[in-house]
C-alpha cells in the first residue's frame, strides 16, 4: 500500500497580498525615479500605447488650447492690435511689435511640447512669429521665436530673444525659393523636446536646430511692421 505525499502546507490568501504590495512598491519607486530624471510618465504611458496601436483620449487631450471664441487666455501688455474676428485672431495692419503671451502655458505646459497654429493666414506686412520657451510675460520677454517671415528674403527664421531684444543673426534660417507667403491658410507645428527644436509648416519639416539657453516656459506670438494676420485655432500638446 502507497503512502500518500503530504506537500506542504502555506497559509492560505498570503500570498496575493504580498506579492500585490511588493507590486505597489516598485511602481512607486519607478514613478519616483523618473520624475527625478525629469521623464513624464504621462509622457512614457503614451508613447508604450501608441507603439501598440491603441488610442486613448487622456493621449490626444491637449495642455492648452484656444478655439479663439474670445481673448479669454491671452495676456497683451501693449494692448495694441489683437482681436477677434468671425473665430480667428486676428492683428490687422499694427505697426508697433505686438506681443501676445498664451496664460495657460504659463502655468500648465511642460517643458517638452507641440505648439499647433491651424490655418494662419499672412494677408498683408512683413510676417509674424511664434515664441517658445518663453521665460518673461511682458515688454521685455527671453525664449525663442519661429518667424513666419517674408520681410527677411523670404524666410522661415529662428531667433533667440534676450531681455526683449532679438538676437542677430538668426540661429537658424531657410529660404525656400518660389513660396507663397501671403493670402494662404497655413498650418503650424513646433516641436519642443529637450535642446532640440523643429518647426513644420503644412506638414513639411522647415527648420530644425539644437541649443541649450532655455529649457523651459511658455507660448506667445508677436507681429510687425504693418502685419495683418489671423488663425484659427491654437493648441500645446504632448510630444512624442
Known amino acids: ?14 500570498g496575493f497580498p504580498e506579492y500585490a504590495l511588493i507590486l505597489a512598491l516598485a511602481v512607486v519607486i519607478l514613478v519616483l525615479i523618473l520624475n527625478l530624471l525629469g521623464v513624464s510618465t504621462r509622457e512614457l504611458y503614451c508613447t508604450v500605447l501608441t507603439s501598440l496601436g491603441v488610442e486613448t483620449a487622456l493621449c490626444e487631450s491637449a495642455y492648452c488650447q484656444s478655439a479663439f471664441e474670445s481673448m479669454e487666455g491671452w495676456q497683451s501688455s501693449q494692448n495694441q492690435g489683437w482681436n477677434i474676428q468671425n473665430g480667428n485672431l486676428c492683428n490687422t495692419s499694427n505697426p508697433y511689435p505686438n506681443f501676445l503671451f498664451n496664460q495657460c502655458s504659463q502655468q500648465n505646459a511642460p517643458s517638452d511640447y507641440v505648439i499647433k497654429i491651424d490655418g494662419a493666414t499672412l494677408n498683408a506686412g512683413d510676417g509674424y512669429g511664434v515664441f517658445f520657451r518663453l521665460q518673461n510675460y511682458d515688454n521685455r520677454p527671453s525664449g525663442y521665436i519661429f518667424q513666419y517671415d517674408p520681410g527677411l528674403g523670404g524666410a522661415f527664421a529662428v531667433r533667440k530673444w534676450v531681455n526683449g531684444n532679438e538676437i542677430n543673426p538668426p540661429i537658424a534660417l531657410n529660404r525656400p525659393p518660389g513660396y507663397t507667403w501671403t493670402g494662404v491658410p497655413r498650418d503650424v507645428e513646433i516641436h519642443v523636446k529637450g535642446n532640440t527644436y523643429t518647426a513644420f509648416v503644412d506638414g513639411q519639416q522647415v527648420l530644425t536646430f539644437t541649443d541649450n539657453t532655455y529649457m523651459s516656459g511658455g507660448v506667445g506670438l508677436r507681429t510687425w511692421d504693418k502685419t495683418s494676420v489671423c488663425m484659427d485655432d491654437f493648441s500645446i500638446n504632448p510630444i512624442q
Open 1 to 14: 500500500m502507497r503512502k500518500a505525499i503530504k506537500l506542504p502546507e502555506h497559509a492560505p490568501g498570503q
